[in-house]
């Protein structure tokens, strides 16, 4: 029995499948293309020492602009493109086990719970060593000083730098050869202790909030309008619980540390509590638009992947 609400949700066996992952491809590049600037000021503000090179979120954007151009404030992006396989492996995985755990519970914010933490480990599993590539990679240029690894290795002539693939190539034969296969789920643990939390609890306070838009808005008031509103604010919500793993994952990852607790511990002794807020403004501002484009864009999805049998039968 499912429960009785305002915002209708559309479950997987609703789903016309092909549909379904033909429009979400698209949708998940738009919106990695979009936040992605956002993402790598985060990673080299979480990584830097104190204030060495940027004081806050947009000073870094304007530095980088000034120094590196457009071209600076998308290092690495071709690798994470990768990530695209991640993304649908993680819609793939929420939608099956929010249908599994309702063969057990109709209480959706236990379905969104556990679907969105097992969703979060499955994509995890696949993002973590492209994500390892693309952060050095974010941290060449004004960054370089603050990373491991540098495409300027012996060898490299100058002409190289420029090819996207030419330095992935040598970021990845450096992390190897230092680090072995491991050196590619660097930060995994740590990764997991960020991304299954945020993904846990983004779902539930998304549904939660657009319900409890839908209980103080008009009824004609689209709900595409209510869950655009409630995207951002579960993460707002889930960014500001979880920072704090982020700025250690993003420290273990690029600095190649092994341990999660001595990372922690050095940033608390160095940078203090405030040290575990570093970059959350840029995550709030990256988690935002991506919220509302994957509220509007995710719910879109699914209404346009309706079985056709079941379009008339619903009301947005």
């Not at 457009?70 to 690798?79: H, N």
């Not at 240029?141 to 190539?169: L, N, S, Y």
């Amino acid at each position: 029995m499912q429960e009785k609400r305002n915002v209708q949700i559309i479950e997987w066996e609703d789903l016309d499948k092909k549909k379904f992952y033909s429009f979400g491809v698209f949708m998940t590049m738009t919106i990695r293309a979009g936040v992605y600037p956002a993402t790598l000021i985060r990673t080299r503000l979480q990584v830097q020492k104190g204030k060495s090179l940027y004081t806050g979120t947009f000073d870094a954007f304007f530095k980088i602009l000034r120094s590196e151009g457009v071209r600076g404030l998308y290092r690495g992006f071709l690798v994470n493109t990768l990530t695209l396989i991640s993304g649908q492996g993680y819609i793939t995985t929420y939608e099956l086990v929010r249908k599994y755990v309702s063969t057990y519970t109709s209480n959706n914010t236990v379905k969104s719970l556990v679907a969105g933490g097992s969703a979060s480990l499955v994509a995890q599993s696949i993002t973590v060593p492209i994500d390892v590539v693309s952060q050095h990679l974010m941290m060449q240029g004004q960054g370089g000083d603050m990373g491991r690894f540098k495409v300027t290795a012996k060898g490299v002539q100058p002409a190289e730098h420029k090819m996207t693939f030419g330095q992935t190539r040598h970021i990845i034969i450096q992390i190897f050869t230092t680090d072995g296969f491991r050196g590619f789920y660097r930060g995994y643990v740590a990764s997991l202790l960020t991304y299954i939390p945020n993904s846990a609890v983004w779902w539930p306070f998304y549904h939660f909030y657009a319900e409890q838009l839908s209980n103080l808005a008009p009824t004609n008031c689209p709900h595409l309008l209510l869950q655009a509103m409630a995207g951002p604010m579960a993460a707002t919500t889930a960014s500001t619980i979880t920072n704090p793993m982020d700025v250690v994952r993003a420290r273990v990852q690029v600095e190649g540390r092994s341990s999660v607790i001595e990372t922690f511990k050095q940033l608390i002794a160095e940078e203090g509590m405030w040290g575990m807020t570093k970059g959350l403004s840029a995550r709030i501002i990256s988690s935002t638009p991506t919220a509302i484009v994957m509220a509007v864009g995710y719910e879109t999805l699914k209404k346009m992947s309706l079985r056709p049998e079941l379009v008339d039968s619903r009301h947005w």
